[in-house]
């Protein structure tokens, strides 16, 4: 294959944004007919560098060959009539529209002036056939599965002339039979010719179906390999840039802490907790400097629970226990005043600030107890911004950049440091490490891990078992917004949380 | 050696520029200069502040003196465009306020032995506090309706603009009320030490918002619900709150302008006091650089916003070329330019376009 040339080829790529050289002089080659895996940590510059061969962002340096021109893209669109195709990490469909609306919005064929609803249809049933879906086109989308929109906003983005398909992570909102369906279709697409570039953060996908590898670390290009060629070890080694030991290193260190805090009171008890609708009744009890994990499927009352107890959402009935005394949580306030945090699954929407800067982001929760009079002095502001960019290792420019120009991970650490600011007996952490790469991951649980070890509570929340079964002394089971079951000590197992979860008790 | 000391001054200026722009004022303080620039040339005489009678006369007095309404009611504004919300029932809520206060002091004018006394029906103060309090709380109730009921801002103070000249004219009684109560007319007419006293007003309600904006941590909250009420609810910060103190400031702010409307035309009218001033006091915050969908705001910017209307509508009377009825059109091209010239994507847009020609050409 090496003697191939190259459908796209890149070198020397340059590109900064305001106190952030996103990337130095990166190559990166895409050969026909093969599928072929980005990978790095989040801010390493896998999306900046889709964006520069897409036409989104403008390279500073560098140049670009595909199909064996010299050539930049001004915009996306310009990039798609060239024959790349891109389907981006949010999909931006229309549920309430139809399966070919969706494909063909924007598009339209027309006759006599008139959309020609015919073809669109006809058109967008073979569109989808290619990727191996046979479905009732003019049914509303939002009347189909996850793994169905993804194949329509592949379908939508794919035309005859299509050469190269770029998916970023494709896979994050499915699930294990869906993945299945979406990899026979890249197979197919590329015994088809199909270059196909792919991006995720699952290191088995990234084995099951790529052929080729290209690491990025920090802007920097590390390495290009063939995947059979590259043991998983020595991946992430070189994504991560630094030894892997120490990481696994890390459950038992939790285990032991467990055992030394046993005897130590509770800090929240819950006792017959409701809401008619989200959450069927629970009990569940927290000690001080213990993680709890929750597992279960998307759906299954994990964030229902989480939700209930910060008060963001009322109950019905129950009662909570904050260190053995009754107390009422109607609002976050009031769960921020005894010491309660809650890390959001949803960081966009429900975490950052995003035009605000990391500085106000980071403080924002402790100027909230503080009130609006206790107005902390500048410097005082400046302190903490600064003494948790450097804990939590925040790759920012400065405490004034806005927060929406850190990548996702980043983005994680600001919230956790607003958290961390209030000092909490109690942290809820939701998905904390979702769309996070390897390195982040593992920093993120080995900062709950410190943290508890110094008497803070963690209630764990990840769809991710090992994750939870690495960070928690004990889980909570959730099914069909029921608390089911709790394990601990030697039945805290992947498996045996699964059949849990199945009901096969 | 002179190469070196152009380059400083070069640096200086460009620092200043990006001090500016960053403060989002480089804009609305560059307009305002370019319309006094335009009216020096056509009147000579128009920096000239001379002293009458012991007071301050001179175009640019005249200018601050009539848009303190406009400035008042924009600085109400920008908290609540800050939040992204907006508040429509202003002008409205002027006209109450003069109604309150017309309608307590009494329109009756009593004469005695040939000599005309000052009576009013309850005291000058209850009057004032009164019609502040009113306002004050038509703004809460604005508040309540978005912030507890979540209305969309822009319906939930239409009911009042709509509603609110109806309760003004039912407090006139549908009559406009004459005011005989001299002591009343300092407040929008009067000087202190030769300055118009409304200019105070607006100086003590701009330094008591600056120094809360310096001082507490207001500024922070309101912009982070302006960006995302969730998130900053889930920070523990009480949205809800502050949504209603923003709109029951405006309220306040326009229940002060109603005092100075009524005060300096000396009569309440239901139906006019007022009118349509909500719209140049979104104007002023727009022209300032506060975006109306929320976040970061800027209080000096709309003070700047509301002298750039005023000292445009006193320009364009001034022009003897502009016929009186082309007054409208000529503002609202002005305005158009201004509003596109501020806007960053259209600055880029021509830049884009500009760059490219020059490209081009090489």
Redesign the interface.
Same mark, same amino acid.
């Given at each position: 294959m090496a003697d191939l040339k190259p459908i796209v080829e890149m070198k020397g790529v340059k590109k900064s944004f305001p106190g952030v050289q996103a990337l130095s002089g990166v190559d990166f080659r895409l050969f026909e007919g093969e599928i072929h895996a980005i990978m790095g940590q989040n801010g390493a510059g896998k999306s900046t560098l889709i964006k520069i061969l897409t036409g989104v962002y403008k390279a500073d340096g560098g140049s670009i060959v595909y199909c064996g021109t010299q050539c930049r893209f001004r915009t996306p669109l310009e990039a798609q009539k060239k024959g790349i195709s891109t389907v981006y990490q949010e999909v931006n469909l229309c549920p309430n529209l139809s399966v070919a609306e969706n494909i063909f919005i924007g598009r339209e064929p027309r006759r006599f002036g008139m959309i020609d609803w015919n073809k669109i249809n006809s058109e967008s049933e073979k569109l989808l056939k290619r990727l191996n879906v046979s479905i009732d086109v003019t049914k509303l989308l939002s009347s189909y599965s996850v793994a169905i929109q993804q194949m329509v906003a592949i379908a939508r983005v794919l035309c005859i002339s299509s050469r190269v398909l770029i998916l970023d992570e494709p896979t994050s909102s499915l699930d294990e039979q869906e993945v299945n369906e979406l990899f026979e279709v890249l197979n197919k697409l590329k015994s088809e010719g199909m270059a196909i570039l792919f991006v995720t953060h699952f290191l088995d996908q990234v084995y099951r179906i790529t052929d080729r590898i290209t690491v990025f670390r920090n802007g920097t290009f590390v390495g290009e390999y063939l995947t059979k060629d590259l043991p998983r070890v020595e991946l992430i080694f070189k994504m991560v840039g630094k030894d892997i030991s120490a990481m696994s290193a890390m459950p038992q260190k939790c285990l032991e802490n467990v055992s030394d805090n046993k005897e130590i009171d509770s800090l929240l008890e819950i006792k017959g907790m409701k809401k008619h609708g989200s959450m069927n009744e629970f009990s569940l009890d927290v000690q001080k400097g213990e993680v709890l994990g929750f597992a279960g499927l998307l759906g299954s009352g994990r964030t229902e629970t989480a939700r209930l107890i910060f008060g963001i959402d009322k109950p019905d009935q129950g009662e909570c226990l904050v260190k053995n005394e009754l107390k009422n949580i109607s609002s976050p306030s009031d769960a921020i005043e005894l010491g309660l945090a809650f890390c959001p699954e949803d960081r966009k929407t429900e975490g950052i600030i995003d035009e605000l800067s990391v500085r106000e982001n980071i403080i924002l929760a402790l100027q909230g107890s503080l009130g609006i009079m206790k107005y902390l002095p500048r410097k005082k502001q400046d302190k903490i911004a600064d003494e948790y960019i450097k804990a939590l290792g925040i790759k920012t420019a400065d405490a004034e950049c806005e927060v929406r120009t850190l990548s996702g991970g980043n983005q994680q650490k600001v919230l956790l440091a607003r958290w961390l600011a209030t000092k909490p007996s109690l942290l809820i952490l939701d998905e904390p490490t979702r769309g996070i790469d390897v390195g982040a991951k593992f920093e993120i649980q080995e900062f709950v891990m410190s943290h508890c070890k110094e008497g803070m509570s963690i209630i764990f929340i990840s769809s991710e078992l090992e994750e939870v079964i690495r960070v928690s002394s004990r889980v909570a089971v959730f099914r069909d917004r029921q608390k089911i079951s709790e394990l601990s000590g030697n039945d805290l197992k992947e498996e045996k949380i699964m059949h849990t979860i199945a009901g096969g008790q | 050696m002179a190469g070196l000391k152009l380059k400083n001054i070069m640096g200086k200026i460009a620092g200043f520029f990006t001090a500016a722009s960053r403060s989002g004022l480089l804009w609305p303080v560059i307009f305002f200069g370019l319309i006094l620039l335009v009216n020096a040339l056509i009147n000579p005489g128009f920096f000239d502040i001379e002293i009458k009678d012991g007071r301050l006369s001179g175009s640019l007095i005249d200018i601050m003196n009539r848009s303190s309404y406009i400035i008042l009611l924009a600085i109400g504004m920008t908290f609540v465009v800050a939040t992204a919300g907006i508040d429509i029932s202003v002008g409205a809520v002027v006209a109450i306020s003069a109604a309150v206060s017309a309608y307590l002091i009494g329109g009756t004018l009593v004469v005695e032995n040939g000599v005309q006394q000052y009576v009013s029906f309850m005291p000058m103060p209850v009057a004032i506090i009164a019609a502040l309090l009113i306002a004050t709380a038509l703004g809460m109730w604005n508040g309540l309706l978005i912030s507890r009921m979540g209305l969309q801002p822009i319906i939930a103070t239409l009911i009042l603009m709509v509603a609110g000249r109806g309760i003004a004219q039912l407090i006139t009684s549908g009559q406009i009320i004459t005011i005989y109560y001299k002591p009343f007319f300092f407040i929008g007419g009067g000087y202190l030490f030769g300055i118009p006293f409304s200019i105070y007003i607006v100086a003590a309600v701009l330094a008591v918002v600056m120094f809360l904006k310096k $001082? +507490? /941590?207001?500024g922070? &909250?309101i912009?982070?619900v302006g #960006? =995302?009420k +969730? /998130? +900053? $609810? &889930? /920070? !523990? #910060? =009480?949205s809800s709150n502050i949504i209603l103190w923003v709109y029951a400031f405006s309220g306040f702010c326009a229940g002060i302008v109603g005092l100075l409307v009524c005060s300096n035309n000396k009569s309440a009218d239901g139906n006019n006091a007022g009118y349509n001033m909500e719209l140049d006091a979104i104007l002023a915050v727009v022209l300032g650089g506060t975006s109306l969908a929320g !976040?970061?705001f800027y209080i000096m910017g709309s003070v700047i916003g509301g002298l750039i209307i005023q000292s445009l509508t006193t320009t364009i009377f001034s022009i003897k070329e502009i016929k009186p009825e082309a007054n409208l059109v000529v503002k609202a091209v002005i305005v158009f330019v201004v509003c596109l010239i501020q806007s960053e994507s259209f600055r880029k847009k021509v830049a884009g376009v500009i760059f490219l020609r020059e490209k081009k050409s090489l």
């Open positions: - | $001082r +507490t /941590a207001l922070l &909250f912009q982070s #960006i =995302n +969730t /998130a +900053t $609810r &889930f /920070a !523990g #910060i =009480n !976040g970061k």
